[in-house]
């Protein structure tokens, strides 16, 4: 009967174990695939600020650096990156003091499927990188962009596999020399993309102008249409809104609410004006034809009006 009961207090002793090893593995992992793609994201961006491809056309250009990716990444690193090295830190010490056991079977598992995604993702990279060469659209950015790829996919597949194959219950500074790196290189990441951002005001600023700048491209469409159907520019913006042809909420500034500018300049040019806290030059959303610095911009544009047939003239 004893004998019973310490084979069902020991049966009960391992699954919570294997429980705990299994939260531990899986939250480690987790975290570790939030922060490796969170850092190569910033240095893409970094990459894209700084070294832009002379090969590629203006638009491609304009959208290539992202500030909202920058931030999302910023902000995982700051939360995944130091829970993944204080849980990282406590499952090594479980692993040296035996109270976590080293050939877990979800260790294992979650090892290995990392190496494999480390590894694809590394032979993928040298073979993008071939192809792009041979094609001749290597340049220093797609280079720089394939070689973080490729140092942060050999750098968890050559620690994993170190870790896998290393004997817990033996002493060593390997994994303090990774951890030092890893940290190094994280808070690294952090600050590079703190330096290529704005602040959440200057965000706030930036969005507000967007809002400006998609209100404009709205009342160009609601012109351009009155103008294409009434064969004439409309005189004001309100004789668009009472005809249909756009909402109130387009004609006035989001922030101030003043209506926005609408000067009639020929038979079938205009000018559509709004006051701009920010400047779009260079930004994900500067397309050529909206560009506008800091202050009062006017954008001249030009109406379709439908040509009258002989039998209308008549």
């Not at 004998?3 to 174990?17: A, D, P, R």
């Not at 990444?73 to 056991?101: C, D, E, H, Q, W």
Request: charged fraction near 20%; include cysteine; charge should be positive.
């Amino acid at each position: 009967m004893d004998q019973t009961n310490n084979i069902s207090v020991s049966q009960k002793g391992t699954e919570k174990q294997g429980a705990r090893d299994a939260f531990f593995y899986l939250t480690s992992f987790f975290l570790l695939y939030l922060s490796v793609p969170a850092i190569g994201n910033i240095f893409f961006q970094l990459i894209n600020r700084f070294f832009p491809d002379i090969a590629s056309s203006y638009y491609s250009r304009a959208t290539s650096f992202a500030e909202g990716s920058v931030r999302w990444a910023i902000a995982t690193l700051i939360i995944s990156a130091p829970i993944y090295f204080v849980l990282n830190s406590m499952i090594n010490k479980r692993l040296s003091n035996g109270s976590m056991n080293p050939k877990s079977g979800i260790r294992k598992w979650l090892t290995y499927l990392s190496l494999f995604v480390a590894a694809a993702t590394g032979i993928i990279d040298v073979i993008v990188t071939l192809n792009a060469f041979l094609a001749g659209e290597i340049g220093t950015r797609f280079a720089l962009k394939a070689l973080v790829v490729l140092i942060l996919a050999a750098f968890v597949f050559v620690y994993y596999l170190w870790d896998i194959r290393f004997d817990s219950s033996q002493k060593s500074n390997t994994r303090s020399i990774f951890a030092v790196i890893a940290v190094v290189v994280t808070i690294a990441a952090v600050v590079c993309g703190f330096l290529i951002t704005s602040g959440p005001g200057s965000a706030r600023k930036k969005r507000i102008d967007e809002n400006r700048l998609q209100s404009l491209r709205n009342l160009f469409n609601a012109v351009n249409n009155y103008a294409y159907t009434e064969n004439k520019l409309p005189a004001n913006l309100q004789e668009i809104n009472s005809n249909n042809y756009r909402t109130t909420e387009d004609l006035v500034d989001p922030e101030t609410g003043k209506p926005y500018e609408y000067r009639p300049t020929g038979v079938d040019t205009y000018e559509l004006c709004a006051t701009f806290t920010t400047s779009n030059k260079n930004t994900s959303y500067g397309v050529q034809d909206w560009q506008h610095d800091i202050g009062r911009t006017c954008f001249k544009q030009k109406a379709e009006i439908k040509k009258k047939s002989v039998l209308e003239i008549l």
